[in-house]
């Protein structure tokens, strides 16, 4: 955000108080330091004559004494040479933390001007300690008088303020973004409790009954609680599993292992897991057998299609399912469509965020909402696209794309190389 930058005007009587005025307001409501810095130098040439200015900061983890600004304003100077030229006055300002005067013969006069040069050094503060120091430079004027050092002053004193400005802007920003982690975690970790507790209640509930002494249960009844304790066992499993993979696809640490793959089986090895799981489920399978080959992580994009599947399931039972693939030109694209009940459309933008669910589907049936996250993440990684079509009432349509390898043709006589 910047506010108004003032451009200097022709030199009348109140030209001394405007600008001086325009120079506090600048450093008032400007948040951007390099455009402020150059609004207030060239102001401030419209009070006192110099032909190039630059800052220099030291910097508090390398120990250097570093140019952090620069502007040559006459003369035709490089900021180059202008920066060579002002280090000495800026160090003797910034050790000894007052303004300095020096005076330099830059050779022999040319065409009877002098070539003088005349640096003004000052101590740049901010926050009450001295950080660095900055440069007036005039070639071959007159010397600087003392009510061209007290403007200097000022000015190096504004320009400190747009140094803290920009420091506790800094400051503001890093906190916000850490009580924004904050919450973050706080909600992550409440989330995960939840979804461990449920399990783990159960299977301890089970367990517990099981080993009651005074109470003696047949097979049958032991059996049915003892597959519930296994459910709920892998439930667990699964929702670690889950929480590792979206927690290392968020840190971007969980490697891809790209392979050959026959993506036509491994969705017809998918759909067969599935259906050992529900096997009233109803799958039709349009894909050809022949699919182009592709480059992926098949144990991941198996992971993406059992959880297609798995919501298929879960969110329109007894409705017919179908896993479709088109070819398009460079991708593959695979869609499973269900006739379930549809998403509303508020809720679809969000579908593949972290833990979101749509909330009057939550209490009926499990899950973490964690598993479209993960598929988008995993198809991102294959430089692929994911995305939902819906309609209230119809079901829903999620699909993936993958590119296919073009395969680079052999040029004539490559294969003797
Ligand atoms: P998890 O997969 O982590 O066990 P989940 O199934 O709730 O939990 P996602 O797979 O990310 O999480 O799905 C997010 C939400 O999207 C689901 O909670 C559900 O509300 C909605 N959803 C997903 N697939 C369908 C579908 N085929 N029909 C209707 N709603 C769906
Ligand atoms: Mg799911």
Redesign the pocket.
């Known amino acids: 955000m910047t506010g108004p930058l003032v451009r200097p005007g022709p030199l009348t009587h109140g030209t001394e108080l405007n600008a001086v005025y325009a120079i506090a307001r600048i450093v008032a409501e400007t948040y951007d330091t390099e455009a402020g810095l150059d609004a207030v130098f060239r102001l401030s040439r419209t009070i006192f004559i110099f032909d190039v200015v630059s800052l220099f900061l030291h910097n508090k983890e390398t120990g250097e004494f570093e140019p952090a600004y620069a502007l040559a304003l006459g003369r035709g100077r490089s900021r180059e040479a202008d920066l060579e030229w002002g280090e000495p006055a800026a160090t003797e300002a910034y050790r000894s933390g007052q303004t300095i005067l020096r005076q330099e013969d830059a050779g022999p006069s040319v065409k009877g001007r002098e070539r003088r040069r005349d640096f003004l050094g000052l101590p740049m503060m901010v926050h009450g300690r001295c950080v660095g120091g900055l440069v007036f430079g005039r070639f071959g004027g007159p010397a600087y008088p003392p009510e061209h050092i007290r403007l200097a002053e000022f000015v190096a004193w504004h320009v400190g303020q747009l140094l803290e400005n920009r420091r506790m802007a800094r400051r503001i920003a890093s906190l916000e973004a850490q009580r924004e982690l904050t919450r973050m975690q706080d909600e992550f970790i409440s989330t995960i409790s939840h979804e461990l507790r449920t399990p783990l209640g159960m299977i301890k509930g089970y367990v517990t009954t099981l080993m009651r002494e005074d109470t003696h249960w047949d097979s049958e009844t032991r059996l049915e609680f003892l597959e519930i304790v296994d459910e709920e066992a892998d439930r667990l499993r699964?929702?670690i599993d889950?929480l590792l993979d979206s927690s290392r696809l968020e840190t971007g640490t969980l490697r891809m292992t790209l392979e050959p793959i026959e993506l036509s089986a491994l969705i017809r090895d998918s759909v067969s897991r599935t259906k050992s799981v529900y096997p009233e489920m109803d799958v039709e399978i349009d894909v050809p057998e022949d699919l182009p080959r592709l480059q992926a992580d098949p144990t991941r994009i198996a992971q993406v299609m059992d959880?297609?599947l798995?919501?298929?399931n879960?969110?329109?039972t007894g409705s017919p399912i179908a896993v479709r693939s088109v070819r398009y030109d460079n991708v593959i694209e695979i869609g499973?469509e269900?006739g379930?009940?549809?998403?509303s459309p508020e809720?679809v933008p969000h579908?593949?965020e972290r833990f979101?669910?749509?909330p009057?589907?939550?209490s009926n049936?499990?899950?973490?909402?964690?598993?479209?996250?993960?598929?988008r993440k995993i198809i991102e990684a294959h430089s692929g696209e994911i995305g939902?079509e819906?309609e209230e009432g119809e079901?829903?349509r999620?699909y993936f794309t993958l590119p296919v390898q073009v395969m680079e043709p052999i040029m004539e006589g490559e294969h003797e190389r």
């Open positions: 699964e929702l889950n959880n297609l798995s919501n298929a879960k969110y329109a499973v269900d379930g009940p549809g998403i809720h579908l593949f979101y669910r749509v009057e589907q939550t049936v499990r899950g973490t909402g964690l598993g479209l996250y993960i598929c939902i819906s079901g829903t999620i």
